[in-house]
């Protein structure tokens, strides 16, 4: 099973969360219809969404997509502490021998009668007692995870780590003005706050659309012909551009003219920081 977190949507009303969890989910099954992964059911607990599959490069790409903070490949046993110690032991005996150090870290929402620290000690003396290895709370070599959500705990030692943000197309459709490589960034920063995005641009936007396609979780994403100026006129309620501080003073006449937000994610970076964040942008 492949456990998957969120954290800003956590944030929300109830009714907005679940709009939000709806469209996450919507979202994650279209990015694994369109690449191939295949159709899935997902299923939603408070806090957590929970797909059935023991595929590290499905849990890999899902850590990708925006809204999710993070992902697991885990196993799924009774929240029952001596069922937890078996399965924990049975982990560690495939991943760890006397000559590595181990971790157990444990998080638990719910009733229980037990303390989440009751379960780290008992399950860590347990992992000890049997392998041999050495405990190592800073640095260990492998750690082995538990979550324990309600008459369910969830067993995994990777974790694939997501860029959070917020599900594409919880806020509104905003235009992203592409000039250049860096312009992808600043659209890449659009959808990550959750935007639906369209592009404008001089010349052929087909290469900065298809890198942008599966960041927008293969939503529809439109195009424009046209300068910054152009972009004033269209009907969008914001405009994100990949404007350098560097650079502002160049646009202070134009900026000058406009009729709508407009919003520089990369207002603060420098050349290099924007060349390895269009890199990964790229990765996908």
Same mark, same amino acid.
């Given at each position: 099973m492949i456990l998957i977190r969120y954290s800003e949507i956590a944030l929300k009303s109830r009714f907005v969360r679940k709009k939000f969890e709806d469209i996450l989910m919507e979202n994650i099954k279209r990015v694994l219809k369109v690449e191939g992964y295949g159709e899935f059911k997902l299923k939603k607990d408070w806090g957590r969404i929970y797909l059935k599959s023991n595929d590290y490069n499905m849990a890999k790409r899902i850590s990708k997509i925006f809204g999710v903070s993070s992902t697991s490949v885990v196993i799924e046993v009774n929240s029952d502490i001596n069922e937890i110690k078996s399965e924990v032991v049975n982990v560690a005996l495939r991943k760890i021998d006397e000559k590595k150090s181990f971790a157990i870290k444990v998080r638990r929402y719910g009733k229980h009668d037990y303390t989440?620290?009751?379960?780290?000690? $008992?399950?860590? &003396?347990?992992? $000890?007692?049997? +392998?041999?290895?050495?405990?190592?709370?800073?640095?260990?070599?492998?750690?082995?995870?538990?979550?324990?959500? !309600?008459?369910?705990?969830?067993?995994? +030692?990777?974790?694939?780590?997501? &860029?959070? !943000?917020?599900?594409?197309?919880?806020?509104?459709?905003?235009? =992203?003005?592409? @000039?250049?490589?860096? @312009?992808?960034?600043?659209?890449?920063?659009?959808?990550?706050?959750? =935007?639906?995005?369209?592009?404008?641009?001089? !010349?052929?936007?087909?290469?900065?659309?298809?890198?942008?396609?599966?960041?927008? =979780?293969?939503?529809?994403?439109? +195009?424009?012909?046209?300068?910054?100026?152009?972009?004033?006129?269209? $009907?969008?309620? !914001?405009?994100?551009?990949?404007? *350098?501080?560097?650079?502002?003073?160049? &646009?202070?006449?134009?900026?000058?003219?406009? +009729?709508?937000?407009?919003? *520089?994610?990369?207002? @603060?970076?420098?050349?290099?920081?924007? @060349?390895?964040?269009?890199?990964?942008?790229?990765?996908?």
């Amino acid at each position: 099973m492949i456990l998957i977190r969120y954290s800003e949507i956590a944030l929300k009303s109830r009714f907005v969360r679940k709009k939000f969890e709806d469209i996450l989910m919507e979202n994650i099954k279209r990015v694994l219809k369109v690449e191939g992964y295949g159709e899935f059911k997902l299923k939603k607990d408070w806090g957590r969404i929970y797909l059935k599959s023991n595929d590290y490069n499905m849990a890999k790409r899902i850590s990708k997509i925006f809204g999710v903070s993070s992902t697991s490949v885990v196993i799924e046993v009774n929240s029952d502490i001596n069922e937890i110690k078996s399965e924990v032991v049975n982990v560690a005996l495939r991943k760890i021998d006397e000559k590595k150090s181990f971790a157990i870290k444990v998080r638990r929402y719910g009733k229980h009668d037990y303390t989440s620290m009751d379960v780290a000690r $008992e399950v860590g &003396y347990k992992v $000890e007692k049997i +392998t041999k290895a050495k405990v190592d709370l800073d640095n260990p070599d492998v750690e082995i995870g538990i979550e324990i959500r !309600g008459d369910k705990a969830y067993i995994f +030692t990777e974790v694939f780590k997501g &860029y959070a !943000g917020l599900p594409v197309g919880t806020q509104e459709r905003v235009l =992203c003005y592409m @000039s250049d490589d860096k @312009s992808v960034l600043a659209a890449w920063f659009a959808l990550k706050r959750g =935007c639906d995005i369209d592009l404008i641009g001089k !010349g052929d936007l087909e290469e900065f659309k298809n890198l942008l396609k599966p960041w927008a =979780c293969y939503r529809k994403i439109g +195009t424009f012909e046209g300068d910054l100026e152009k972009a004033f006129e269209i $009907e969008h309620n !914001g405009i994100f551009v990949s404007i *350098m501080a560097k650079d502002i003073k160049n &646009y202070i006449e134009i900026l000058k003219k406009r +009729t709508k937000p407009v919003f *520089m994610p990369l207002l @603060s970076f420098n050349d290099g920081k924007i @060349s390895k964040r269009v890199r990964d942008v790229k990765l996908i």
